[in-house]
């Protein structure tokens, strides 16, 4: 059993042990349902990986194990609007790194933390595939190119 | 299909199609060096990651060095294993591998048996060229296995024991890149984990990550204590395999020489497991022959089958995976147990001395005995009834470290009453060897005819699940063995599909059933060293002038003098047991073949 215990929402419950089903409870769709287990909690906590591997039944160590591979899921909370910055090469390469940098400062986090009010969380990410926009930042589902650290503030700004 | 020619080494060989290189190039008599690979061919069990690139080898025509283990042989190959490009790039790798690894090897519990030492020694590694980050972890201690993951090379053998053969699901590989390491979900201990104590991950695991809690210590402090007495019971397998620790075959009958050993080391009496599976054949045979009776006198609230509960690694898999079912097995502790019970009560009194005084150790083919031995259902006012349970692999430590020449001792007697045993215990250490005793003694019980044979061979065997049905004087019995918790699962899973008609099944949670325990010595991937045992056992079986365990004369006498009968109040008191609910994750996992 897992030592962090977080209440889950019985209708998200429902809607995980749906979303397994969508996939025939096959375990080879393991990653697929991972990523809408995390698009439904906004994280992996292991009472939901403990879900995920009685439906497909298999191990909940290789859901862990999944899990921990994969930088793309978190077993901390997102924030409620997610930042992912792009530090693929041609990110990087035209200065995803001091953008980066900026968040840091004005959100006070580390990448893969969340802020305290649980308002942002910030993450890396390797290539979008919109390597023309570079360097790009992902806020949710939201693209935004071309950013300079001169830009950050106005992208928190629209959430604030 | 036709076979395929190759040239390896310039030798030519001739092998069938879908052959491996490194099985090519043993027929012509060349070891390639292997480290994540493993083979057992006769129980079907197979590792081949291709992980660690030890194994590789120049195909001509190939641009990159191939890994033996997984590259299947082609017509026309010319392969080289030991051109100066293949031995470069397996001192890289081994020097790369031993860069992360601790340098404590003169103090590593697996000095001496380790497959990763013996490698940089073959490849003649004197030195490291590479120096870099450590991987540091916490040291994880359960009741049976200890957790060093500094000393793990990602060989994840230890994963397909546990996942594929064993079907637990206890360990995984998690994270990545240089973070990577094999744990339970969570990275929690072992005992928060599905983890049965089976060892088998032990038994693989070709460095010191994974190896046993070590109790000689407890041993020698307990003998040099003059106020107990010090008994000792050695389990069926161990005969069989002690042996190889001091360089014998395997296969070699060691049961003299070790009881030697064990009167030199100084405890007061050497007793056998084997009464004490004699005694379980009594208890566990009855009990079988009145769930049989009710069942077919039309007992709607028996159920049958009746599933053997000997061994410690399966009785946890049941309570972890199949709770719901925990009425099924039999109630009749393990040998080990029933030992305990026995010797702190009846054999206690009879010597005069208090349970508290009386220190039982038992010798082991087994880890998961050594969490069974300190379960709460197995103690009286908190005094356990088997205090230390050491494996093979210890007792051979404990003899070498008291200056002993075991190959030089001559043969000795264990001690009477519970030294006394026959032929059916000796083959519990074996798979399908409980059920042939139980049914050496169940068959006469039941038809009150003797049996003209008493060897019964369709009973036998390496095959993962057998069947074989009985004849008890015209009543069909029906039996099934499974040896490996996979094994067993499919079986369990039959029984609640209600498509099972068998009347009896003996499970195993080993390859083998206990003479390829996880407190064996160590096989190195040989599952010829497995079969040898397991020859060994029934020929011991056939030198006993006993072989059905109701014929033991001093199985007799305790029952005349204590127990009364079999399922007596007495008998359920000491000799029987309760199973709990230890379910963590209600997760299922089938079997992958």
Redo the contacts between chains.
Sequence with gaps: ???IKVELHENQVNELVEVCKSFSNDPFELIHVLHKAQSIFGYLP?EV??IV??EL?????????VV??YSFFSMIPKGQNPISICMGTACYVRGAEKVLEEFKRKLAVEVGETTKDGRFSLNCLRCVGACGLAPVVMVGDKTYGRVSPDGVQEILAEYM | MDKINLIIDHKPVQVEPGTSLLKAAQQVGINIPTLCYLHLEDLNIENKPGGCRICVVEVSGRRNLAPSCATVCQEGMVVKTNTMRVLNARRTVMELILSDHPFDCLICAKSGTCDLQKTAQDLGIREIHYKGEQSHYKEDRSPSIIRDMDKCILCRRCEMMC?KFQT?????????GFTSVV????E?DLV???CTYCGQCVAVCPTGALTEVDNTNQIIRALANPKKTVIVQTAPAVRAALGEEFGMEPGSLVTGKMVSALKQLGFDYVFDTDFAADLTIMEEGTELLKRLTNYLNGNKEESLPILTSCCPAWVNFFEEYFPEMKDIPSTARSPQQMFGAIAKTYFADKIGVDRKDLIVASIMPCLAKKYECQREEFKTDGNPDVDYALSTRELAALIKQSNIDFLSLPDADFDKPMGESTGAAVIFGTTGGVIEAAVRTAYEVYTGKTLERISFEELRGMEGIRHATIDFNGLPINIGIAHGLGNARELLESIKAGTCNFHAIEIMACPGGCIGGGGQPLHHGKSGVITARQKAIYQEDLAKPIRKSHENPYIKELYTEFLGEPLSEKSHHLLHTHYFDRS???????KTK
């Design positions: 059993m897992s030592s292991a990986q403990e591997a009685r039944k298999i191990p909940v160590a290789k859901v862990y194990g921990t591979f | 996942n637990v699901g206890a360990l995984w590989g998690i994270n990545r744990a339970p979900a969570f929690q928060k984990s599905t963590k994750v209600k997760v299922v996992i089938p």
